[in-house]
């Protein structure tokens, strides 16, 4: 299609002085830009054209005449297109194919000339023509030709893989405005139509107290200022669009101002609860809907307040579409990608703490709704070198203990260092048993049929599993949590007697780096591995069979069946952080690649 196209320019750009300016400066530039691929075939065109006598008529075509007597008929011809072209009022494309019919005719028609070896005779008198006049005749032929092949050029583009995708590429742009438009409007009648308002009537009525206006409109007004800027740049762009097709900056400059979008989303769960408090008063109830009728929104308090949750993912979603839809070589594909990788990173970052967020929250609501706990689950304040205690998994399981031998189906909380034993009184509310922890000698049995037990010196607990699936969901978590936390703590004094000039491993995380929700922090299993300033792993086996370790694509370790033929076939991996006298240094290690890292003094 490019050396169509190039052919093409090369007719137009001879005859710029009959073009619009506008077309013109499209001329001159598409033929510069495919000036480095096109060489070839302008360089045929120009034989050709020279071979007629379209490039010097004085002399060239004198001389092609008196050689060639079909190019006589040829010259005539093309003087009689001229003349038609001017006086038909028919589309280039008509008169062009009526021209081309005519001088097939004629050529056709001529009487052959002789084959002699010397030059040609002929009778036509050169004198009955006109430079000038060919010169003007050959300028329209060109023009009706060079619109002929611009059209068809244009109807090939539009059926192109191409066009496709700048079509959906264009969609995709103005989605992202579009949508951003939308999302900044509803945070304006948030703040507006509802925050203001109930500041003012804290002041004068009872119904609303201060101190709860921050606890549902967190940070609202400043994630308002922040995507209102961003989307006057997003607007501008467009509107210079596509003479300035650069969007990816946009987003590269804005997300690390989006980082307060982390207290909004760990806050969102307290302002639904206390947005539901408030709601039980009539009065608050009627006056939200008041002002929800007074600014026009369609949209209640609840569905306006979860936008900003929902808005980094969207954006997420978005770059990728657009980088689908962005030619490899486009000028705006490398911010693209980098803003792609940076929402993807605080997107995850304030996943996860939005998850110790929700951690903190249900183990203090544990606190009180297991009566009679005589532990603290959370302290206020950890002392130096303490891990934060880890919610894990709850559920039923019967069995009994060695302290109370009554077996009996019970609920269990498991933590990250210890399991606790209750009795489920109603819904969300439990009587303590007891409790049995993770620290020192902790030797979990394999399971022998559906029983399973937990031994630690004077306290046993016996498991009996209803199912194999529970049984393997149980055992399974247990193993894991069980052997995380000795290692943690075989790690901890390791690291509190080694020297800090010494291998030191600094993170380390295992499984399909792609996808966080396949990969596991290994980063104390590892620490535990370092002997002599030196980590080796052999080759050839799985990280997954490591201690400590489990395989986070499949953790339950049943055979994924035949439905795994047509799943998405996942590269474990192993990234390793670590640091030496030279600093701080990275590798990531294929699953059955051996690992060998050590101190370089």
Request: with cysteine; net charge neutral; hydrophobic share 35%.
């Amino acid at each position: 299609m490019s050396d169509k196209l190039a052919a093409l320019l090369r007719y137009g750009v001879q005859e710029i002085d009959g073009i619009e300016s506008n077309c013109a400066e499209f001329l001159q530039g598409a033929q510069h830009s495919l000036s480095h691929t096109t060489g070839q075939m302008l360089t045929s065109a120009t034989l050709v054209l020279v071979g007629i006598g379209m490039e010097d008529v004085s002399e060239n075509v004198n001389q092609t005449i008196k050689r060639h007597t079909a190019v006589v008929f040829a010259i005539k011809t093309i003087l009689q297109v001229g003349e038609f072209l001017k006086e038909t009022p028919e589309k280039p494309a008509v008169a062009m194919k009526k021209a081309k019919q005519e001088l097939k005719d004629k050529i056709n028609g001529a009487p052959k000339p002789a084959v002699t070896r010397g030059p040609v005779s002929t009778d036509f008198n050169l004198d009955d023509y006109d430079n000038a006049e060919v010169t003007k005749a050959q300028r329209i032929f060109r023009k009706g030709l060079m619109r002929i092949r611009l059209q068809q050029f244009v109807i090939e583009y539009r059926e192109s893989k191409v066009s496709a995708d700048q079509k959906k590429r264009a969609n995709v742009l103005r989605e992202i405005v579009a949508t951003e438009e939308s999302y900044c409007a509803s945070l304006n009648s948030c703040i507006h139509g509802f925050l203001f308002p109930l500041r003012q009537d804290c002041k004068t009525k009872s119904y609303i107290q201060e101190p709860d206006l921050p606890t549902i409109f967190s940070t609202i007004e400043l994630i308002y200022s922040v995507n209102s800027a961003m989307l006057h740049d997003l607007q501008a762009r467009l509107k210079q669009w596509p003479n300035v097709n650069n969007f990816g900056s946009v987003f590269v400059a804005m997300i690390p101002m989006m980082k307060i979008y982390t207290g909004y989303i760990k806050n969102y769960d307290a302002s639904i609860e206390t947005l539901k408090r408030l709601q039980e008063n009539k009065a608050f109830s009627l006056r939200v809907e008041e002002l929800r009728a007074k600014c026009g929104e369609r949209l209640d308090l609840p569905s306006l307040l979860i936008q900003p949750v929902q808005r980094l993912p969207r954006y997420q979603m978005l770059l990728h579409e657009l980088i689908k839809h962005t030619d490899p070589s486009h000028v705006d594909i490398a911010d693209l990608e980098l803003a792609l990788s940076k929402v993807q990173s605080l997107n995850k970052a304030i996943n996860e703490q939005k998850r110790q967020a929700d951690g903190d929250r249900l183990i203090a609501s544990l606190q009180t709704n297991i009566q009679n706990l005589p532990i603290v689950l959370q302290p206020p304040k950890l002392a130096p070198g303490a891990t934060r205690r880890v919610f894990i998994k709850e559920g039923d399981i019967a069995g009994y203990s060695n302290k109370n031998a009554k077996k009996r189906t019970s609920h269990m909380f498991l933590f990250n260092d210890m399991l606790i034993r209750t009795r489920e009184i109603k819904k969300d509310s439990y009587e303590f048993e007891e409790t049995i922890t993770f620290s020192g000698q902790t030797d979990l049995s394999a399971p022998s049929g559906v029983f399973f037990t937990i031994d630690k010196g004077d306290i046993t607990w016996y498991f009996e599993a209803e199912s194999e699936l529970q049984l393997k969901e149980w055992h399974g978590e247990l193993k894991h949590t069980i052997d995380a936390w000795q290692l943690q703590e075989l790690c901890n004094d390791e690291i509190a007697h080694s020297s800090s000039n010494s291998l030191q491993i600094l993170s380390a995380t295992y499984g399909d780096l792609s996808d966080s929700k396949h990969c596991i922090e290994v980063t104390q299993q590892l620490r535990c591995l370092v002997a002599n300033d030196k980590l080796q792993i052999l080759g050839d086996v799985e990280k997954s069979k490591l201690p400590g370790f489990f395989d986070p694509v499949n953790p339950s370790g049943r055979p994924l069946g035949s439905l795994s033929l047509f799943r998405k076939k996942t590269k474990k991996q192993l990234c390793i952080v670590w640091t030496d006298i030279t600093g701080p240094r990275n590798r990531t290690f294929g699953d059955t690649e051996p690992v060998q890292i050590s101190y370089k003094p």
